[in-house]
């Protein structure tokens, strides 16, 4: 600017124009924003309402986005259930192989899998002591399953006490059973050291475990688990109902679509395959239903802010109408009145943006901290924010600038005194 | 400089007229002639509704008159673009109103400073400058005051001092003891006597002839048609 200005004046101009620095120009701005600070701070608020409440939505979106995500990546993501179809066409009984964990070991990706199958004990009931003892119940109707000795580490289980049966245990049928923690709360036991049985109906287990927690099919815990080869030999069950298959973390889709394949090479179409990626999308979409309620609140906010700051904006004008006459006559072009009136509509919004932004990252803080969330948010939103606020307080101070602009000079020197 | 016409003249009206685009057109300057020289103090007289305003913001380079031509510093002020006058309005014209206009919010030395803010000018020195220009006045010990802790002759004299800042060749007046009382005002014009003295031109409108009196010209307006008294 100043280079323009050493210009003009070596070429002698005819009439120097008149101009205004960029420092004056904020200057002024800046004066007569703080002339009146009171009002400055309440026309900001608009905006800083709204720029929080965008901020705060797009941040919680992000914050409870991670959250489900995370809870997913524990289980959901990495677990396949394969089921037979039932009733459709070709589907033989022994739909499901019973060496389909080993089979599926075999795949790159898989870190467990099991099956499991509902026993049916011909209404036998299970029951710990061999005494009838007519003042309690001593006989329970407890479901009993069929696990191969993967099916522990498929769904995660974790032990109160004693052992997972093994392979051995299964080939040679041999009667032990694993109790889920409910099972073994109802029928009383609470350690294997003394090497308690239970009768199922009338066969003799001998208790070699107790379950504490599963991962997934949390109907375990309330079951009595024998062996598969055991429930083979001893019940006659014909196939798996379910194979439950541990994937590593990003494997789960890929496994889904190699599983029917490795189970089923003649039909493969016979298996139902449930992978994650469903409940999630679910989820998903309830966050984006409340995302765009609030972002529409935010929006709303903001339009009232804008509002806000062209209706302040455009009472000063008129109060400032003797300001704007001497401006002009001291050298001011309709421009300078222009763009002094737009940058202080700007700066409103900027101000309001940057206030709004901190507000709004406070409340995902203050948010996530009480409900034990990982505060997320995008980096970009609280920069952009500013800009967003500076954006509005721009458009808002158009209309302003333009009535303040074309004020006759003549007309705002002579109003009141 | 660009070569002056009309023999130095500092300005010189020739045939200007102001038309307004009513319905009916209202006439409120008629080819008017003027002709101001280098440090003149030229009083501009006539009731209200005579055209004093008109001719002020003509003058003031402030309004485009409908025809005729205006020479400002033998500059033909019609061809210039609305940048350039306001350019001249900030480098040549100092403005002095009856209500002052003085900003309420800022001290009176930045009140002065204001003066410089259209001129694309470096800060450096605005506050000295603005200082010597308060001194011209007699003002330097309300440098630091506020506007509305003045008298109105002191609030009048930081309006001059404003105007006097960047030495302007014109001092352009409008009714400038309008809002004072007859002491004060009496004050004010020693003051712009003292400037006359010190080779300023002054122009300045009124509409009382106690105050005309003390211009050595007095320029009667009356239906936008001016009549010198001699």
Known sequence: ?417 | MPEPSGNGSLLALDKVSRVFDTDPPVLALVDADLTIQPGDWVAIEGPSGSGKSTLLNVLGCLDRHTSGTYRFEGVDVTALSDRERAGLRSRRIGFVFQSFHLMGHRSVVENVMLAEVYRRQSRRGRRERAMTALERVGLTNRAEFMPTRLSGGEQQRVAIARALLGSPSLLLSDEPTGNLDSKTSEKILDLFADLHEQGFTIVMITHESHVAQRADRRIHIRDGRLEEAR
């Open chain 1, 1 to 417: 600017m100043r280079i323009r200005r050493s210009k003009r004046s070596s070429r002698a101009p005819v009439m120097q124009r008149s101009g205004m620095t960029m420092l004056d120009l904020a200057d002024e701005a800046t004066a007569g924003l703080f002339a009146r600070p009171g009002r400055m701070i309440l026309t900001v608020l608009g905006t800083v309402i709204g720029i929080a409440a965008l901020v705060a939505t797009l941040g919680l979106a992000k914050t409870t986005g991670n959250r489900i995500i995370g809870r997913f990546d524990e289980l959901a993501a990495t677990e396949i259930f394969v089921t037979a179809k039932t009733g459709t066409d070709g589907v033989t009984p022994e739909s499901l192989p019973w060496d389909s964990p080993e089979r599926l070991q075999r795949l790159e990706g898989v870190v467990a899998a099991g099956n499991l199958t509902n026993v049916d004990t011909d209404g036998g009931l299970i029951s710990t002591s061999p005494i009838s003892d007519p003042t309690s119940q001593t006989e329970f109707e407890l479901p009993v399953q069929a696990g191969s000795p993967g099916i522990y580490a498929a769904t995660r289980a974790t032990l109160a006490t004693g052992r997972f049966p093994d392979g051995g245990n299964s080939e040679r049928g041999d009667r032990v059973a694993v109790l889920g923690s409910g099972a073994a709360l109802k029928l009383g036991i609470t350690s294997v050291a003394q090497m308690p049985a239970l009768r199922i109906g009338d066969d003799v287990y001998l208790i070699v475990g107790i379950l504490e927690s599963v991962g997934r099919q949390q109907d375990l815990l309330g079951s009595v688990i024998i062996p598969e080869g055991t429930a083979r030999s001893t019940y006659g069950i014909t196939t798996p109902d379910l194979v439950i298959i541990e994937t590593r973390i990003g494997a789960a889709s890929l496994i889904a679509r190699q599983t029917p394949l490795a189970l089923r090479p003649d039909n493969p179409a016979a298996l139902t395959i449930a992978s994650p990626s469903e409940p999630q999308r679910v989820k998903d979409a309830v966050v984006n239903d409340l995302n765009t309620l609030f972002l529409l609140l935010g929006g709303v906010s903001l339009l009232v802010g804008a509002i806000g700051i062209a209706n302040v904006t455009l009472v000063s004008v008129m109060e400032r109408t003797r300001e704007i006459g001497l401006r002009r006559a001291i050298g001011a072009t309709r421009g300078h009145i222009a763009a002094q009136f737009l940058l202080e509509s700007t700066a409103m919004g900027f101000v309001g943006g940057v206030v709004g932004a901190s507000v709004g990252t406070l409340a995902v803080v203050v948010v996530s901290v009480t409900q034990g969330w990982t505060p997320v948010l995008d980096p970009a939103t609280p920069l952009l924010a500013p800009i967003g606020g500076a954006i509005i307080g721009l458009l808002s101070g158009t209309y302003p600038a333009v009535r303040a602009a074309r004020m006759e000079p003549v007309i705002a020197l002579r109003s009141g005194s």
